[in-house]
């Protein structure tokens, strides 16, 4: 089922029709990475509007690895919000750090390990026409977050991954704007990654 199927209020968008939602979710997730790639802490209650769009439209085109991502993307971006708001006023607000070679490791495993595993069981169990890239997305973006909320540098190598994945697949589903808007949100996540390399603190003791 597409998104033209469900929801009534389209839109034109370069020709091609687009719903309400998605444009509310298109909209609000350009801006919470905008202001991110800033280190503004309001990127976390725009980017929750957001993800609850999100969660909703993809779960009608049946991704539904990604539908449940937005879930937690809830609970991770009020988390990212507290955490970020008891840090502001202080130098620790601003300090971005490399990861260790035992973390980028670590993040590696669990990322290999982590896809395969949600891959096999959306195959098993769910429709979903792509569960191989829909498991990668899936399990790419809570790690990227997780680094995110601790100003690691490594967390913008992550979103470039989860968005030159996100891209062909949301036009094979019939989400035009959320394609271009992933393609959009690479070209600010290599800002970002050259924003944040320009506060980093050296991380005593990596390697």
């Not at 209650?45 to 809830?74: E, N, R, T, W």
């Not at 959306?122 to 399990?139: G, R």
């Amino acid at each position: 089922m597409s998104a033209e199927a469900w929801d009534l209020q389209q839109i034109t968008v370069f020709g091609q029709g687009v719903s309400g939602l998605e444009l509310v979710a298109f909209a609000t997730g350009l801006a919470s990475v905008w202001l991110a790639l800033r280190l503004r802490i309001a990127n976390w209650p725009v980017g929750l509007i957001s993800v609850v769009c999100y969660a909703v439209l993809l779960f009608h085109v049946k991704l539904y690895a990604d539908a449940l991502l937005q879930s937690v993307f809830v609970w991770f971006g009020i988390a990212g919000w507290r955490a970020w708001a008891t840090a502001g006023g202080t130098s620790a607000a601003y300090a971005v750090t490399r990861a260790s070679r035992r973390e980028r490791i670590g993040i590696a495993a669990i990322a290999l390990l982590s896809t395969s595993v949600v891959a096999l069981l959306l195959a098993l169990f769910t429709d979903s026409p792509a569960p191989l890239f829909d498991a990668a997305i899936f399990v790419l973006s809570l790690l990227a977050i997780w680094w995110q909320m601790q100003k690691k540098l490594e967390s913008w190598w992550l979103w470039i991954a989860v968005d030159v994945i996100s891209i062909p697949v949301y036009w094979s589903r019939n989400l035009p704007l959320s394609a271009i808007l992933y393609a959009v949100f690479l070209a600010l996540c290599i800002a970002g990654l050259r924003a944040w390399r320009s506060r980093m603190t050296p991380l005593a003791g990596a390697g």
